[in-house]
């Protein structure tokens, strides 16, 4: 190694850069909490990925967080379009990056996911951010808004209700139990009411692939937009942490595909933990041969030796959990239940 290459490393290494197999990118930094929930707070609205073409779903989200006993802020660029996205990349990050700066705002809400998340993430205020911690909650495309934003500053975020989200009870009082009262929460599948009476579930069941208990950081969303940042500096370290996934609509040949792709990338190397949750009208391409989803899952998580399951009751469903992204949790992969080892707000 040359002097100047040496000098050139170490000033990366001095302004708190480490080099791996993605290149130059931002070593890990501290975690940072976002203060609860109380009522009367601010709510930011904004669109960061898919244009609203209907404007009364935008008052649909409104009446729900005046609901929630908050109060509602529409993004300047909240009702934009540009093509198929809620407006320009730019104007998106702006409405981001004004409500993280603005004292008022507790929580920032997207209406919707949809696709777009990944362009805005250049134009975001990482430093602004990592100083005006606020909750930020968002599920599908969102993910790789939520994943970069912890990435980036430490901030823990969630996977959880986009604006337009069911808000229907039991997911309200997860939503409220998490962020408003701090609570930790042991998260499990629920008895599907079509099994009535019967001895055995047949329904949200968990299919464990290895069996035992693990802890660390809550890393994952979904699979397709995960994959799709995997390479940038906005994906968080998985050392260590316990990766979820879920996925709607995707091909089993492509979740398989994707998982692979993380395999690859080392991604799944030395994970603790791993948890699948549902994968919503994914199905086998019905050539003759094909694998099961739960055989790929198989194949691909197995080997890794480390405590894993099938089948939690997260992804595009009716009821979506409040997890922290970035938060210390316990897994245990017999029982299918991921609890909670601290509270996500302070």
């Not at 197999?21 to 601010?42: E, V, W, Y």
């Not at 030796?305 to 009716?318: F, M, N, Q, R, T």
């Amino acid at each position: 190694m040359n002097r100047r290459l040496f000098l050139a490393l170490a000033s990366l290494v001095s302004a708190g850069f480490t080099l791996n197999a993605r290149g130059a990118t931002p070593t890990n930094p501290s975690i940072l909490k976002p203060r609860r929930l109380k009522p009367g707070d601010a709510v930011g609205i904004i669109s960061p990925a898919g244009a609203t073409f209907v404007e009364d779903e935008l008052n649909i989200v409104v009446e729900a967080v005046k609901a929630l006993n908050l109060v509602p802020k529409v993004g300047e660029h909240a009702l934009d379009r540009y093509g198929y996205l809620a407006g320009k990349d730019k104007d998106r990050a702006a409405d981001i990056n004004r409500f993280f700066a603005d004292p008022e705002i507790a929580l920032i809400l997207p209406i919707r996911g949809g696709w777009g998340c990944a362009r805005v993430l250049p134009y975001l205020d990482y430093e602004l951010i990592r100083r005006n911690p606020k909750i930020i909650t968002g599920f599908s495309d969102l993910t790789s808004l939520i994943l970069a934003i912890h990435a980036k500053t430490g901030l823990i975020t969630f996977h959880g209700p986009n604006g337009f989200s069911s808000w229907r009870a039991p997911q309200t009082d997860i939503f409220r139990k998490v962020l408003f009262a701090g609570e930790k929460l042991t998260f499990e599948n629920s008895p599907d009411p079509d099994d009535g009476d019967r001895l055995m579930r047949t329904k949200n069941r968990i299919r464990t692939i290895v069996p035992g208990r693990a802890r660390g950081r809550l890393i994952g969303g979904n699979l397709s937009v995960l994959t799709s940042i995997v390479g940038s500096p906005y994906l968080p370290a998985f050392d260590d942490a316990i990766l979820f996934v879920e996925d709607i609509g995707e091909d089993v040949y492509k979740i398989d595909r994707m998982l692979t792709q993380l395999k690859l990338a080392g991604l799944l190397d030395n994970l603790a933990g791993f948890i699948f949750g549902q994968c919503v009208n994914c199905s086998a391409s019905g050539e003759y041969g094909s694998f099961t989803l739960e055989e790929v899952i198989r194949q691909h998580i197995q080997p890794l030796k480390i405590p894993a399951w099938y089948g939690a009751s997260i992804g595009h469903l009716e009821i979506l959990y409040t997890l922290g992204i970035g938060l210390q949790v316990e897994i245990d992969a017999n029982r299918g239940t991921l609890t909670m080892l601290e509270p996500a707000v302070v």
